[in-house]
């Protein structure tokens, strides 16, 4: 197989259809590009400055803001909004194999992330009095370092045989690439391709589900011979936590099956949010979900912004 491809740039085609209204779009995006940056850059903000919110539940939290700034920028500024308002609406094929490295690894670092949280929300419940003993900042550093260097590092093993690939097709109807379409553009039989892409698909996944069914299985059987009071603490715990997973499942089960199924029956803006929203709404609504749901981090942001509007106020004054 040859190293090289014969073609130098992918024409994104989806974007064509938006020719009509794409100032709208552009602004659209740019709005919500700039809501991924100021909810999850609130969060990281917030946890940062306020050592009361220095334990391992928030270093946790303020990775995944980190990582939604990350899927975010991947996705939106040069590639979607320069691209769109591009005449020929193309990329190189370089920025396409970047751009679809960032994407796929935002979506598994984001994924271990929520399994790392799992095990510590499984820990706090289960084990309220040895929790700081066990969570030990090591510890947490270590949980840390391995959601950012498993998919940082593995995904490259996996994406070599796409670097690999000859690329013999040069148009995509999508507004982004991802492996998937690249590979099926490429020339010849891909059999041996799918065949590993399952098989690191599995790889890629089975640790953190293996982890999120343990530990919140453990937590149903502990709630399930708890007292009332303790169960409700145990909900309000795992609450924000178990909407983050939920948010990434349906943005997972909507790009799959809009990549994998024919859906040319639904309208354009229909297919465009379906798209759009495992890497768009994700990571704005995970900063909202936990903002909102967890006391001492909302008390914190509503601190912070009271303090800007009454410094603002007296600066009007003055």
């Known amino acids: ?59 946790f939290l303020c990775n995944l803001a980190v990582n939604g700034v990350y899927g975010g920028t991947a996705l939106l500024p040069p590639p979607l909004l320069g691209t769109l308002m591009s005449p020929s609406h193309e990329v190189s094929l370089a920025w396409c194999k970047a751009q679809i490295y960032f994407l ?25 009095l040895q929790y700081h003993s066990i969570m030990t900042i090591t510890k947490v550093y270590k949980l840390i370092a391995f959601s950012w260097g498993y998919p940082l590092v593995t995904f490259v093993l996996f994406f070599i045989m796409t670097l690999r690939l000859t690329i013999c097709q040069n148009r995509l109807g999508r507004v982004y690439c991802l492996n998937f379409y690249l590979v099926k553009m490429s020339c010849g039989n891909t059999y041996i391709e799918s065949i590993l892409g399952l098989i690191f698909l599995v790889l890629y996944s ?34 924000p936590h178990l909407f983050a997973i939920l948010n990434y499942s349906v943005g997972c089960f909507v790009e799959i099956v ?61």
């Open 104 to 128: 796929h690894t935002y979506a598994i670092i984001e994924f271990t992330i929520l399994s790392v949280m799992c095990y510590d929300r499984y820990v706090a419940i289960c084990y309220p």
């Open 206 to 239: 089975f640790p953190q589900l293996s982890m999120t069914f343990y530990s919140y299985g453990h937590i149903l059987k502990i709630c399930f011979t708890a007292t009332k009071e303790s169960k409700i603490k145990a909900l309000k715990t795992c609450t």
């Open 1 to 59: 197989m040859k190293n090289s491809s014969t073609v130098s740039s992918i024409v994104l085609e989806a974007f064509y259809r938006m020719e009509d209204l794409k100032y709208l779009y552009f602004v659209t995006f740019l709005v919500l590009y700039m809501l991924t940056l100021f909810a999850n850059a609130i969060v990281i903000f917030v946890i940062t400055i306020n050592k009361v919110l220095h334990n391992p539940m928030n270093y």
């Open 258 to 318: 809009q990549s994998r199924f024919d859906t040319s029956y639904l309208s354009f803006e229909t297919q465009m949010f379906m798209s759009l929203y495992f890497f768009i709404l994700t990571p704005i609504l995970n900063p909202v979900i936990y903002g909102m749901s967890v006391k001492t981090l909302r008390d914190n942001i509503f601190r912070l912004v009271g303090s800007k509007k009454k410094k603002e106020r007296l600066l009007f004054l003055k």
